[in-house]
């Protein structure tokens, strides 16, 4: 059996995202999806409570993406939340000690304020578990071949995702990779996974930017 995983999507629970939790599996089913990884933006709380509510027939990896004093970090298999604003290395050193991997997603999307910055990457490379080597939302595809030639050239292993914040990009991107049970499992059958990846359309960018300057205007 080969399941199908989008290691990359977000919820309501980002500021910027538009799907309910508990409309997640529901949804990443509907897209021929196995499970996901919940990485929203410097919170835990949606992927708790989706992997405590769902069946195990659907997979569920609780992750964060933390934004560090230098850009975005993401946390896979997390069972603690990490806060926003430490340094990379600290940020690595939170994951490590709740046995979660760490991955650095869209590290060289030039229209990404919260992306690492490259000398931070390069500090932390050694503790790196996994490189995003194609995100759906980057624009420019010569950003994604910049990923992947950073981690073939310092030997990472690499993964996609759809970086999903709406519906109808769940999916867009996946990998296909044998049963795992913990994090040290996903990451041997990471090596050998494969991967689909899909462009989100640049629409889905005007969305989410409404969404977060939505929520901003609420709260005040």
Not at 67 to 84: A, H
Request: aromatic share 8%; glycine share 6%.
């Amino acid at each position: 059996m080969i399941l199908n995983i989008d290691p990359h999507v977000h919820t309501k629970c980002s500021s910027d995202g538009l799907i309910a939790i508990d409309e997640v599996a529901s949804l990443s089913r509907r897209k021929g999806l196995n499970g996901v990884a919940i990485t929203d933006h410097n919170s835990i709380e949606g992927a708790i409570k989706l992997k405590e509510d769902t069946p195990e027939d659907f997979v569920v990896i609780v992750g964060e993406e933390i934004r560090t004093s230098e850009g975005e970090i993401t946390g896979l298999f997390l069972k603690e939340w990490i806060p926003s604003g430490l340094s990379p290395e600290t940020t690595v050193e939170k994951i490590k000690l709740q046995g979660g991997l760490v991955v650095v997603t869209h590290p060289f999307c030039r229209f990404r304020r919260n992306r690492l910055k490259l000398n931070s990457l390069i500090r932390i490379k050694e503790m790196v578990d996994a490189i995003e080597v194609f995100n759906s939302r980057n624009i420019l595809q010569i950003d994604n071949k910049k990923a992947y030639s950073f981690a073939k050239a310092n030997k990472k292993l690499m993964l996609v995702g759809s970086d999903a914040h709406i519906g109808v990009e769940y999916g867009n991107s996946y990998i296909k990779i044998s049963p795992f049970s913990n994090a040290e499992e996903f990451k041997k059958n990471l090596s050998s996974a494969e991967f689909i990846k899909k462009t989100s359309p640049l629409w889905v960018h005007f969305i989410t930017k409404w969404r977060a300057s939505f929520k901003r205007f609420s709260r005040k």
